[in-house]
């Protein structure tokens, strides 16, 4: 259980949903965790605690993404709360207006865009002094970037971006032997994903899946645990796809 024993991770938006988890399973493979959260103070105090309870090293972290500078800010209070070294960096935090084409207004698509797209691309840049040779970056992507479902075009946009950068930051960062890899959720019943609150919202999930039942946030983070770790060493510009075989 003790895979990442001594490393330190950062994971954005891990004050809920999948991020929490990721947060909760890192540490529990031995990582000091930085919960990063935007407006979730409380919930992100609960994840610190309960990370604590359990033995482990975590401190809360706050940063608004859709701010220019949030993730310039971000990567500031990390790099002094770490020091030197940031062995995971796990950049989850993002936000799905759902609207089609024709009611999709600029706010939102540029709101998405910010946060999903903009923020882990600096965030990364600005953590690079702190990233080397055997740190993993992963990025969240989703079903939504490479299947055409559900009705939020600008969303989906913004995650096949984060496909795209995957491959030119692995590309970029694998001579200094840093890994990064994207994994693609499918639905995940979440703060974000609230039609699966519904039946309809259910059967339209089961039905595109192989594996018949709902996904949990765990389905996903046991993921992000494997390509965070050594055993995950010679993969890497990679998507790896965590969504039940959806759309297959
Ligand atoms: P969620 O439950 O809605 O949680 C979103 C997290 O992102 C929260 O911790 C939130 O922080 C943070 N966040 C939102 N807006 C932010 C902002 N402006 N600045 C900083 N942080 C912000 O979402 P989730 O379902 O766990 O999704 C996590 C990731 O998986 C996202 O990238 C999402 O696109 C992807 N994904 C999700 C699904 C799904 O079905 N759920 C499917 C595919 C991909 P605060 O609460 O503190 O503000």
């Known amino acids: 259980m003790n895979r990442l024993a001594g ?8 004050s809920r949903g999948i991020g929490r988890a990721t947060a909760l399973a890192l540490a529990s493979h031995g990582a000091q965790v930085l919960v990063h959260y935007s407006s979730g103070e409380r919930e992100a105090s609960l994840v610190v605690e309960k990370i604590r309870e359990a033995g482990g090293k975590a401190e809360k972290i706050q940063a608004e993404l859709g701010h220019e500078e949030g993730a310039h800010e971000l990567a500031k209070r990390a790099r002094t709360i770490i020091g030197g070294r940031l062995d995971v960096l796990v950049a989850n ?10 009611e999709t ?7 998405m865009f910010a946060v999903n797209v903009r923020a882990p691309f600096f965030l990364v840049q600005q953590m690079l002094p702190s990233l080397c040779t055997g740190c993993s970056v992963v990025l969240l992507s989703s079903l939504a970037g490479h299947a ?5 075009p600008a ?3 913004s995650k096949g971006a984060i496909d795209t950068l ?15 890899n994207g994994v693609a959720p499918g639905v995940v019943p979440t703060d974000m994903s609230s039609f699966t609150k519904t039946q309809a919202g259910r ?14 946030p765990e389905d996903i983070s046991s993921a992000i645990v494997f390509l965070a770790s050594d055993e995950a060493r010679w993969i890497t510009g990679d998507i790896l796809h965590v969504d039940g075989g959806s759309r297959l």
């Open 203 to 216: 059967d339209f999930t089961l039905n595109m899946q192989a594996l018949k039942r709902m996904a949990k």
């Open 105 to 111: 207004t600029l706010e939102d698509f540029d709101y």
């Open 166 to 180: 995957v491959k030119h930051l692995a590309t970029a960062l694998g001579e200094r032997g840093i890994r990064v």
């Open 93 to 102: 935090a993002g936000v799905a207006v759902s609207a089609p084409l024709e």
């Open 148 to 152: 055409a479902i559900g009705k939020f």
């Open 7 to 14: 490393k330190t991770a950062l994971v954005t938006g891990a």
């Open 155 to 157: 969303y989906a946009a």
